[in-house]
């Protein structure tokens, strides 16, 4: 096999026992505080914020467009809005802009 596809395996052996770590340590619990649970909570937003700063950073008008016209949707319609109508902007805004 080659070296790229054991890096792969190992990443995704690397990954599973990450995620089920997670889960047998919090299962112990009885009563998982306040805090923590909101700090849990907090996670998705933190890694999307990850994901969409670098590009946010390197992005043209079309993305820039994008961005915000995501934000304001996130402000009144749910997730699955928010993503349709980001893509849709983007998508049509790189066809006009180039």
Avoid: C, K
């Avoid at 990450?18 to 889960?23: A, Q, W």
């Avoid at 008008?61 to 109508?85: C, D, K, N, T, Y």
């Amino acid at each position: 096999m080659s070296t790229t596809l054991w890096i792969i395996i190992a990443a995704s052996i690397a990954t599973y026992l990450t995620r089920i770590g997670g889960h047998l340590v919090i299962s112990r619990f009885d009563h998982i505080h306040p805090r923590v649970e909101a700090g849990l909570n907090a996670v998705p937003a933190a890694v999307l914020t990850t994901l969409v700063a670098p590009a946010a950073l390197s992005a043209g008008p079309a993305e820039w467009a994008a961005l915000i016209v995501a934000g304001l949707v996130s402000l009144r319609g749910g997730l699955m809005a928010m993503f349709l109508a980001g893509a849709a902007v983007l998508i049509v805004a790189r066809q006009l802009v180039g």
